[in-house]
């Protein structure tokens, strides 16, 4: 495989994405979780007054945010890999003579760009229509928004590929992913800004990979992130970064051969 | 149960299709079977997503008593009903009407219609996902636990006017599927459509008095989301009306009147589409 | 138009003729030279699978969540064959022969539970880049084209996915889509295309990096008279043109025929013939048939004296016969009856096939 392979799946990739726009669209407009979030947040904050410590703004921000980085940096490759298996489908990409996680990742990225191509100018306008919702960001820091929303993707990818790699040996693997994205959703700043969760479950927070495609990128873009803080939160991501490449890379192997085994 | 099909008159035809609904569904919990780790992995995924409702909705009350006007258990209460609802979207409406787009692209459409039995009954109640069929029962679970701790009675008339405004909000619910799949004849949609009934039903995950101004307006009068779990889950706590109960009902059944029609149209300009 | 469709068909027929021709009479000649360059070495290959049990009824249901029984199925029991550089091999036996799983350890898909392969000197299942750059697996059922995109995209991502020379890839495809005529679908959706079409395409697909092994399942599954015959003309032409080392499995009696000189017959995961058709049809059918047409009345017991009737209307019979006394009794006839005429015939390769088949159960 080489770069220019790899760039010319994504482009493929990429049109196969446009032809399902419609459907990429209400979806986008149907994942309202993010709202109802900001919604009862801003309920909270109306009831409580000072007691929390963020604005509303602050929220506004947030949760607008939310409802693009999460679609940007999620990834529905264990789903899609199960489906492969189910088909026959994977056989083909083994046939290839390029890594088949090279060829999910282009797929995942050709639908992330797509996705991209009409959520963050949504997002901007967004900011021009509404006067509540404002993000007063340094060119520097909007560069580091950006670094984390990549950093946490490819992250994300890695995650779910190593998840779809167990599915080798197990039917259970998209029940299992499930529960790892749920368990990360109290975790990744999904619920609620990390600065608001009781202290032990905030600790977890910055310490496991689930925040770092979520709550890392929105709490910089919002400004409650310091540089320190954002660069420790880039160590915690490319440490699971280099825990999940070898976890990776392990079950691939054995499972490849496994699959070489069972599959009828 | 989720609404049946309105123009089904007569004893006769109600046992012929009950039957149907017997068979069809004793050769999904079959077929099922097969599987049987994911009965297992299944369970525990949905009491995972209960205790994780649960605790998530606790962290709003770190910074406060109530939330607009609504306690720790009362929200709880809610929540268990949002999963009994959305349990039942997941078992009935999603394994059939779901799969509209995918029957219309198979040409599956094609079989459903040429059997002798009412087209509407045939892609809402063909199979049922037995795995979801938990979460009804654990929603109805934390709602217990929830009222007993809020610690007040439930009189028997506020049981009636639940099950009353139960029974409505599901009709809603499944008229409210059966619109939107209608969709997938048009050609319109593609699998997104399923994502949309969710989106819809996700946001009844917390009563309307969480949202304000326009959203809350948008969602009690436009979507269903007051009457599939806002409004039931107040009849619980003592907190509805006659009126409103009788509103309701006759909203349900409009829904349901509504759906078949919408259904009919969308079926005579498939035939004519695909013909 | 009526016309020129007979004329299509007459050439059809001629190249079935010429090909039937060629393999008739190659009989024993080109066996030796296999064992010369193998490109495909199969020594011993086992596979088996583990299946779950279960009968009918909602009672055996709920039993299979405790308690399970399982199966083994011998998929592959102990086959061994060599395949020579430009050879055409066609893989016939009934379903679940393990003709697919056999196909699947050679392209590398499944691990052989025992047995040594080689495919252009490389070990399947470690899918070396470059083994997969040489072979190609062609699914009858399954496509590897992008659904929603026209075909044409496929081919450029396998481009570069193949690492094809630009100029290597504007020859090839420019040979690849004459031949298998499909200038016309390939800026159209792939959704768009009727299945012949879209084999068609699926088939230029599998082809434009030009592996020089081509596994071919089910290649004419469900396609019309015209696209199977496409797409064995395609074939041919690719293998004779590139000398490209085929396996072909079919349920098409056809498409052998037409395309493979040497037979693999599997059943059971056991190896049951390997040679040509020919060699095939007189060993396993030890009958000819005889067709007589005849100028008069004659009755039936004097047409059984001959043989086995297996046909029989007023002014003509077909009688099978063992395949050496048939000129005895072809002269007998000739002699003995009001014949118009007389000729000879191998039985359908068809029957001589479901003969093998059936010989086993009985």
Same mark, same amino acid.
């Given at each position: 495989?080489?770069?220019?392979?790899?760039?010319?799946?994504?482009?493929?990739?990429?049109?196969?994405?446009?032809?399902?726009?419609?459907?990429?669209?209400?979806?986008?407009?149907?994942?309202?979780?993010?709202?109802?979030?900001?919604?009862?947040?801003?309920?909270?904050?109306?009831?409580?007054?000072?007691?929390?410590?963020?604005?509303?703004?602050?929220?506004?921000?947030?949760?607008?945010?939310?409802?693009?980085?999460?679609?940007?940096?999620?990834?529905?490759?264990?789903?899609?890999?199960?489906?492969?298996?189910?088909?026959?489908?994977?056989?083909?990409?083994?046939?290839?003579?390029?890594?088949?996680?090279?060829?999910?990742?282009?797929?995942?990225?050709?639908?992330?760009?797509?996705?991209?191509?009409?959520?963050?100018?949504?997002?901007?306008?967004?900011?021009?229509?509404?006067?509540?919702?404002?993000?007063?960001?340094?060119?520097?820091?909007?560069?580091?928004?950006?670094?984390?929303?990549?950093?946490?993707?490819?992250?994300?990818?890695?995650?779910?590929?190593?998840?779809?790699?167990?599915?080798?040996?197990?039917?259970?693997?998209?029940?299992?992913?499930?529960?790892?994205?749920?368990?990360?959703?109290?975790?990744?700043?999904?619920?609620?800004?990390?600065?608001?969760?009781?202290?032990?479950?905030?600790?977890?927070?910055?310490?496991?990979?689930?925040?770092?495609?979520?709550?890392?990128?929105?709490?910089?873009?919002?400004?409650?992130?310091?540089?320190?803080?954002?660069?420790?939160?880039?160590?915690?991501?490319?440490?699971?970064?280099?825990?999940?490449?070898?976890?990776?890379?392990?079950?691939?192997?054995?499972?490849?051969?496994?699959?070489?085994?069972?599959?009828? | 149960?989720?609404?049946?099909?309105?123009?089904?008159?007569?004893?006769?035809?109600?046992?012929?299709?009950?039957?149907?609904?017997?068979?069809?569904?004793?050769?999904?919990?079959?077929?099922?079977?097969?599987?049987?780790?994911?009965?297992?992995?299944?369970?525990?995924?949905?009491?995972?997503?209960?205790?994780?409702?649960?605790?998530?909705?606790?962290?709003?009350?770190?910074?406060?008593?109530?939330?607009?006007?609504?306690?720790?258990?009362?929200?709880?209460?809610?929540?268990?009903?949002?999963?009994?609802?959305?349990?039942?979207?997941?078992?009935?409406?999603?394994?059939?009407?779901?799969?509209?787009?995918?029957?219309?692209?198979?040409?599956?459409?094609?079989?459903?219609?040429?059997?002798?039995?009412?087209?509407?009954?045939?892609?809402?109640?063909?199979?049922?996902?037995?795995?979801?069929?938990?979460?009804?029962?654990?929603?109805?679970?934390?709602?217990?636990?929830?009222?007993?701790?809020?610690?007040?009675?439930?009189?028997?008339?506020? =049981? @009636?006017?639940? %099950?009353? $405004?139960? !029974?409505? *909000?599901?009709? +809603?619910?499944?008229? #409210?599927?059966?619109?939107?799949?209608?969709?997938?004849?048009?050609?319109?949609?593609?699998?997104?459509?399923?994502?949309?009934?969710?989106?819809?039903?996700?946001?009844?995950?917390?009563?309307?008095?969480?949202?304000?101004?326009?959203?809350?307006?948008?969602?009690?009068?436009?979507?269903?989301?007051?009457?599939?779990?806002?409004?039931?889950?107040?009849?619980?706590?003592?907190?509805?009306?006659?009126? =409103? @109960?009788?509103? %309701?009902? $006759?909203? !349900?059944? *409009?829904?349901? +009147?509504?759906?078949? #029609?919408?259904?009919?149209?969308?079926?005579?300009?498939?035939?004519?589409?695909?013909? | 138009?009526?016309?020129?469709?007979?004329?299509?068909?007459?050439?059809?027929?001629?190249?079935?003729?010429?090909?039937?021709?060629?393999?008739?009479?190659?009989?024993?000649?080109?066996?030796?030279?296999?064992?010369?360059?193998?490109?495909?070495?199969?020594?011993?290959?086992?596979?088996?699978?583990?299946?779950?049990?279960?009968?009918?009824?909602?009672?055996?249901?709920?039993?299979?969540?405790?308690?399970?029984?399982?199966?083994?199925?011998?998929?592959?029991?102990?086959?061994?064959?060599?395949?020579?550089?430009?050879?055409?091999?066609?893989?016939?036996?009934?379903?679940?022969?393990?003709?697919?799983?056999?196909?699947?350890?050679?392209?590398?898909?499944?691990?052989?539970?025992?047995?040594?392969?080689?495919?252009?000197?490389?070990?399947?299942?470690?899918?070396?880049?470059?083994?997969?750059?040489?072979?190609?697996?062609?699914?009858?059922?399954?496509?590897?084209?992008?659904?929603?995109?026209?075909?044409?995209?496929?081919?450029?991502?396998?481009?570069?996915?193949?690492?094809?020379?630009?100029?290597?890839?504007?020859?090839?495809?420019?040979?690849?889509?004459?031949?298998?005529?499909?200038?016309?679908?390939?800026?159209?959706?792939?959704?768009?295309?009727?299945?012949?079409?879209?084999?068609?395409?699926?088939?230029?697909?599998?082809?434009?990096?030009?592996?020089?092994?081509?596994?071919?399942?089910?290649?004419?599954?469900?396609?019309?008279?015209?696209?199977?015959?496409?797409?064995?003309?395609?074939?041919?032409?690719?293998?004779?043109?590139?000398?490209?080392?085929?396996?072909?499995?079919?349920?098409?009696?056809?498409?052998?025929?037409?395309?493979?000189?040497?037979?693999?017959?599997?059943?059971?995961?056991?190896?049951?013939?390997?040679?040509?058709?020919?060699?095939?049809?007189?060993?396993?059918?030890?009958?000819?048939?005889?067709?007589?047409?005849?100028?008069?009345?004659?009755?039936?017991?004097?047409?059984?004296?001959?043989?086995?009737?297996?046909?029989?209307?007023?002014?003509?019979?077909?009688?099978?016969?063992?395949?050496?006394?048939?000129?005895?009794?072809?002269?007998?006839?000739?002699?003995?009856?009001?014949?118009?005429?007389?000729?000879?015939?191998?039985?359908?390769?068809?029957?001589?096939?479901?003969?093998?088949?059936?010989?086993?159960?009985?």
């Amino acid at each position: 495989m080489t770069a220019r392979s790899f760039l010319a799946l994504i482009k493929t990739e990429t049109a196969v994405a446009v032809e399902y726009r419609t459907r990429i669209l209400i979806w986008v407009l149907s994942s309202v979780f993010p709202l109802l979030m900001l919604a009862v947040w801003l309920s909270v904050e109306q009831t409580s007054g000072d007691r929390l410590p963020w604005s509303r703004g602050e929220l506004i921000g947030y949760y607008f945010a939310a409802a693009v980085v999460s679609q940007l940096t999620s990834s529905f490759l264990t789903w899609a890999w199960d489906e492969d298996m189910r088909s026959g489908a994977l056989s083909f990409r083994l046939l290839r003579p390029m890594h088949p996680f090279f060829q999910y990742l282009a797929r995942e990225v050709g639908f992330r760009l797509v996705m991209a191509g009409f959520l963050v100018p949504s997002l901007v306008a967004a900011t021009f229509a509404w006067d509540d919702l404002t993000y007063s960001l340094t060119p520097a820091r909007g560069l580091l928004v950006i670094v984390t929303v990549l950093c946490g993707f490819l992250l994300n990818v890695l995650i779910s590929m190593t998840f779809a790699t167990a599915a080798f040996w197990s039917t259970q693997m998209a029940n299992l992913y499930s529960l790892w994205w749920g368990a990360g959703a109290f975790l990744s700043g999904w619920i609620a800004p990390t600065e608001l969760l009781p202290a032990p479950v905030r600790v977890a927070s910055y310490l496991l990979p689930f925040r770092s495609s979520m709550g890392l990128p929105l709490d910089i873009l919002v400004g409650r992130s310091t540089a320190a803080q954002s660069t420790a939160g880039l160590l915690v991501t490319a440490f699971w970064f280099l825990v999940f490449t070898w976890a990776f890379t392990r079950l691939w192997r054995a499972g490849l051969r496994h699959y070489q085994a069972v599959s009828g | 149960m989720a609404g049946r099909s309105p123009s089904l008159p007569g004893g006769q035809r109600l046992r012929r299709y009950l039957r149907l609904l017997r068979i069809f569904w004793s050769a999904t919990v079959q077929a099922e079977l097969e599987y049987r780790l994911n009965f297992l992995s299944n369970a525990l995924l949905s009491l995972f997503w209960l205790v994780w409702a649960a605790l998530g909705v606790g962290v709003y009350f770190r910074f406060g008593e109530t939330v607009n006007g609504w306690s720790y258990p009362e929200l709880l209460v809610v929540m268990g009903w949002f999963f009994a609802v959305n349990g039942l979207r997941q078992a009935v409406i999603q394994p059939n009407l779901g799969r509209m787009t995918e029957y219309v692209r198979m040409g599956t459409l094609d079989f459903v219609l040429t059997k002798p039995v009412n087209s509407q009954f045939m892609v809402s109640f063909r199979h049922l996902g037995i795995y979801n069929l938990l979460d009804p029962l654990l929603g109805i679970g934390l709602m217990v636990a929830a009222l007993i701790w809020r610690g007040e009675m439930v009189s028997v008339i506020d =049981l @009636v006017g639940w %099950v009353v $405004l139960g !029974a409505g *909000a599901l009709s +809603v619910v499944y008229a #409210l599927a059966v619109a939107i799949q209608s969709l997938a004849l048009w050609a319109i949609g593609g699998e997104a459509l399923d994502d949309l009934l969710q989106g819809v039903v996700e946001a009844g995950r917390f009563p309307v008095q969480m949202y304000r101004g326009f959203v809350r307006a948008l969602l009690t009068f436009a979507l269903p989301v007051a009457v599939m779990t806002t409004f039931p889950v107040e009849a619980l706590l003592g907190r509805t009306t006659l009126k =409103l @109960v009788v509103v %309701v009902t $006759l909203v !349900a059944a *409009a829904a349901l +009147v509504g759906a078949s #029609l919408v259904w009919r149209l969308s079926l005579r300009h498939y035939r004519g589409a695909s013909a | 138009m009526s016309f020129l469709g007979r004329s299509l068909a007459g050439q059809f027929v001629t190249r079935m003729d010429v090909a039937l021709e060629a393999r008739y009479s190659s009989a024993e000649g080109d066996r030796g030279c296999q064992d010369l360059h193998p490109v495909i070495t199969v020594d011993g290959l086992v596979k088996h699978f583990r299946v779950h049990r279960r009968e009918a009824g909602m009672r055996a249901g709920l039993r299979g969540l405790v308690h399970r029984e399982y199966a083994l199925v011998r998929a592959v029991d102990g086959i061994s064959f060599r395949v020579a550089a430009g050879e055409v091999v066609g893989f016939l036996g009934p379903n679940g022969a393990g003709k697919t799983t056999t196909l699947k350890c050679l392209a590398g898909l499944l691990y052989p539970d025992a047995g040594a392969l080689d495919v252009a000197g490389f070990r399947p299942f470690e899918r070396d880049q470059d083994f997969l750059g040489t072979i190609t697996f062609v699914m009858g059922q399954r496509n590897q084209l992008y659904w929603d995109l026209p075909a044409m995209e496929t081919f450029h991502a396998n481009r570069e996915i193949y690492r094809i020379p630009r100029s290597d890839f504007e020859a090839t495809l420019d040979v690849v889509v004459n031949l298998l005529e499909i200038g016309p679908y390939l800026d159209r959706p792939v959704r768009n295309l009727s299945l012949g079409e879209r084999m068609r395409c699926e088939l230029a697909a599998g082809l434009l990096h030009r592996p020089r092994v081509l596994f071919l399942d089910e290649p004419t599954l469900g396609l019309d008279v015209t696209a199977q015959a496409a797409v064995r003309r395609f074939i041919s032409h690719y293998s004779h043109d590139y000398s490209a080392t085929v396996l072909l499995t079919s349920h098409y009696m056809a498409d052998i025929t037409a395309l493979a000189q040497r037979v693999l017959v599997i059943d059971h995961g056991v190896l049951r013939h390997d040679g040509d058709l020919a060699a095939l049809v007189a060993q396993r059918a030890p009958i000819r048939q005889i067709t007589v047409t005849l100028t008069g009345d004659v009755d039936d017991r004097a047409l059984a004296r001959f043989g086995n009737v297996v046909n029989r209307s007023k002014l003509s019979a077909v009688i099978e016969v063992p395949r050496d006394s048939i000129s005895a009794v072809a002269s007998q006839m000739l002699t003995a009856l009001p014949v118009s005429d007389v000729s000879i015939a191998d039985p359908p390769i068809e029957e001589v096939i479901d003969r093998l088949f059936t010989e086993r159960d009985g």
